[in-house]
């Protein structure tokens, strides 16, 4: 059974604990995995005296999660159509570099910025393969104006494609990206890799993926000599 | 506390249960996520009247995981180690089309063969997100003596990469390959993808695989004209 959301707006102290219930969350799902985190652990860890806080904030897990996977959306997002909106202002052509740099660097930025740990990659990554929530986060994330842009105006084009291979093309984008992001999250957080290496970790992962992506997509496009 | 597993050969029956269990914990972890299933519901779902079976079988639900994991790993292996052996038994050089299908066909074809529904693939890319899985499952595939051969004697090589850059291009292959099965597999069980067309949409992912996985090795090796 779901409380209905509050409808007057929320109060200072309510943000306060959203935000606070958020930021727990992520970082507990992102280290333990979503199946060793409880609602409960989650409420304590956070501070809240009521262990029901996740349900009374959010109406429920899902809700929670879906809330942290916007706040991250939004971030890089917010980055990344501006990074869009300034290239495509351009009256030169756009290099296939560059476009693939406006879908991967804002993520590297933010990575970089956020100074360790970070825990949204992780959190991203798992939220993608659980099956209640997959459909809601791919949806979500290709109905970005940035990526709506790029793929109608960028250097690779949905319309350059065969009939159904965008649809396919774009999801091992995606897996790639998400799943990359992760990885480098994963080796940071426990030691494999010196955090003091961090920042070029992330750059050398960005620039890696970009490569990547040129080759696949020219190689689907049926333009690489093999 | 952990209970020792059984030390003597295990009975027949045994043997059958361990093996429902096995199966059915994959498909429950597959359709609803590792967060959404108990062991207690594997136990009932596999008619096991003791609920604390798969403690008792397998120590735990870690083993029990891991137990699913190598069963797909060795049939998966079986296949690709006479692959292996077949093509570098030639005496012609291997092209990267047939290193790549190495990689992948034999997916592609137990996919096929499996008949639907099949849920290893959605499995396995859960279990490679989990944090405490995820360390293992990434060495255990490593360690496939098809992959250690292919990367030895292939037609993409551990050598022919700078310092560093194999690992990060290793990682990428992987991140894509389990991915992209695991997201075909959704999309057949969710009905996104209709049953008749699965046998032409296994083979369409094999070859979209390979042909992005030529692009983008060679792109990361400096080669293509990008």
Redesign the interface.
Known sequence: MRTPAPAAPPSPRSVVARNKLMRTAERLY???????VSVRQISEAAGQRNNSAVQYHFNGRDELIKAILSSYTDVIEERRIAMVEALLGTERAVT??EHFACLILPGVEYHIEAAAPTWGA?FF??AI????L??YVIQEQLNTPSLRILNTHGAVRRKDFAPG?FQ??S??VR??S???F??LE?DLA?GRIEQREAEARWR??GQ??I??L???????LGE???
């Not at 992102?30 to 060793?36: I, L, Q, R, T, V």
């Not at 393969?129 to 209640?132: F, I, L, Q, S």
């Open positions: 992102a280290e333990k995995g979503f199946a060793n296939r570099e992780r990554a798992q393969v659980e099956p209640a997959r459909e291979l396919r093309y999801a091992m897996q790639l998400v799943h990359a992760a990885e994963y426990n050398l992962l890696d993926l490569t990547s040129c080759g696949l997509s020219s190689a689907l690489a000599g093999r």
